[in-house]
């Protein structure tokens, strides 16, 4: 989002006082450097963690922690009632509490009662401390508040422990407050206990122990669905081919793969226990007959030494597995088709086809080329169902198309209200 007067939005950034502070100055940054009017918001105690110079000099504006400073601007009202989303990083166990129980002890909480914009928690703690029943009970009433409290990523910890309570990475935090700023009701807790397989990236077929076919993919989509899924409470397993993504999304158990063969033995594995199964990824269709051992050589003019054999669809082959009952009968199968149109029909002909030929519940369609769609940010395209209905999906962030997919994955599944959890 380029920094337009238009575009340009208040975002409050409240900081708790936890290890994980410093990673919330390049939370900061990706704000900043979209030209938003930032304001960060420290508690008392995240002060010994970053000093108030730092904040100072990364949003460009004065920073306070208390209430009473500034009370001729009557700061601790308007800072939140002129936000157009509130971050709190690191939500801290302590900082949760107080703001479930609606306290206003200091500036921070009391921003978080005058704000009426999509607010979003992205704690950081020891994993019992997450796991308490305190804390599982404090999450759901801020998600029952309207709140968005993410689920947090697994890993090392402060010290040597690891586990469930890592803060995820600064640029996913972006990706969800970008995600949130474009769509507020993007992220409702409405998949707790759905299961999601889902494929990603592009698969890379080996020549030789040097060479690979591969494609363009970026694998950003996929991913983007595996985030948004597992922000609303899904438990997703993510099918990772070839990508050019950072790192793993928080709270998605990651399966990296490399060719064809191998991603659609993990698929048809995931799917057997999964609600959902999607297949984001660009699956290469044929493979090398031979892999050599050594790297290949020019050699003389001749024949070509590739031959290509065909990859199995690995999608058709999931909704067969489906008709013959090796997967559950109501397993939502969703399919993506990158088209570009040709003499024989436009995109949305091409797409209707396919949709056909795959047996999958929903395809969702892509228009390609003239570089659209592969390794872009932004997209646009439709979801084509299997009852003949057509959703049209706006310009904009593979994170905003992939909320608007889950919303119609969620209306197939059977059990996807689920009651609001913590554990995710
Ligand atoms: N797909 C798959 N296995 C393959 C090829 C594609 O599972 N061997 C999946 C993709 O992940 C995607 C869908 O099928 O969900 C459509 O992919 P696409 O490349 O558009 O279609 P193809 O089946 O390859 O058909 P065509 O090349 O004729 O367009």
Same mark, same amino acid.
């Given at each position: 989002m380029a920094g337009t007067d238009d575009n340009r939005r208040h975002i409050l950034i409240g900081v708790g006082g936890g290890i994980a502070a410093y990673k919330v100055c390049s939370v900061i940054r990706h704000f900043t450097e979209a030209g938003h009017d930032v304001r960060v918001v420290p508690t008392r105690s995240a002060l010994n963690f970053v000093g108030k110079a730092t904040f100072e000099a990364l949003s460009g504006n004065p920073v306070t922690t208390d209430v009473f400073d500034d009370v001729d601007e009557v700061a601790h009202v308007a800072l939140g009632r002129q936000a157009d989303l509130v971050i709190v990083a690191p939500a801290t166990a302590d900082l949760m509490s107080r703001a479930a129980a609606g306290r206003a002890d200091?500036? @921070?909480?009391?921003? @978080?009662?005058?704000?009426? #914009?999509?607010?979003?928690?992205?704690? %950081?703690?020891?994993? !019992?401390?997450w796991e308490h029943p305190a804390t599982v009970a404090n999450v759901v009433t801020l998600r029952e508040h309207g709140a968005t409290v993410m689920t947090p990523a697994s890993g090392r910890l402060t010290g040597a422990d690891t586990g469930a309570g890592r803060l995820p990475e600064p640029d996913e935090i972006g990706l969800i407050g970008d995600l949130l700023l474009d769509?507020? /009701?993007? @992220?409702?807790?409405?998949?707790?206990?759905?299961?999601?397989?889902?494929?990603?990236?592009?698969?890379r077929e080996a020549l030789d122990p040097v060479r690979y076919l591969g494609n363009h993919s970026s694998g950003k989509q996929g991913y983007a669905l595996a985030r948004a899924a597992?922000?609303?409470?899904?438990?997703?397993?993510?099918?990772?081919? +070839?990508?050019? !993504?950072?790192?793993?999304? %928080? %709270?998605? /158990?990651?399966?990296?793969? /490399?060719? %064809?063969?191998?991603?659609?033995?993990?698929?048809?594995t995931f799917a057997k226990d999964a609600d959902v199964v999607i297949m984001a990824a660009a699956v290469a269709d044929f493979r090398p007959v031979n892999v050599s051992g050594s790297k290949i050589k020019k050699g003389a003019d001749g024949p070509s030494p590739i031959q290509l054999s065909t990859n199995p669809d690995i999608l058709a082959r999931l909704v067969a597995a489906r008709t013959d009952g090796e997967i559950a009968a109501e397993t939502v199968i969703v399919g993506f088709a990158a088209e570009t149109g040709d003499e024989n029909g436009g995109? @949305?002909?091409?797409?209707?086809?396919?949709? +056909?030929?795959?047996? #999958?519940?929903?395809?969702?369609?892509?228009a390609?080329?003239?570089?659209? +769609?592969?390794?872009?940010?932004?997209?646009?395209?439709?979801?084509?169902?299997?009852?003949?209905s057509e959703t049209s999906l706006p310009y904009g962030s593979k994170t905003l198309m992939a909320s608007r997919i889950l919303d119609e994955v969620a209306t197939l599944v059977p059990h996807g209200e689920g009651a609001p959890d913590a554990s995710g």
């Open positions: 200091d500036l @921070l909480t009391a921003s @978080l009662l005058t704000a009426r #914009c999509p607010v979003l928690y992205v704690p %950081a703690m020891h994993t !019992e401390m769509r507020p /009701d993007a @992220l409702p807790y409405d998949l707790s206990g759905v299961r999601m397989v889902i494929s990603a990236g592009g698969t597992a922000q609303r409470g899904a438990q997703v397993t993510l099918v990772s081919g +070839a990508v050019s !993504e950072p790192g793993d999304p %928080a %709270a998605v /158990d990651v399966v990296h793969v /490399d060719s %064809a063969v191998q991603l659609g033995q993990q698929m048809q995109v @949305l002909d091409h797409g209707r086809t396919k949709l +056909a030929r795959k047996g #999958c519940d929903l395809l969702v369609v892509n390609v080329g003239d570089g659209r +769609a592969f390794g872009t940010d932004d997209n646009t395209g439709w979801i084509l169902a299997a009852d003949g």
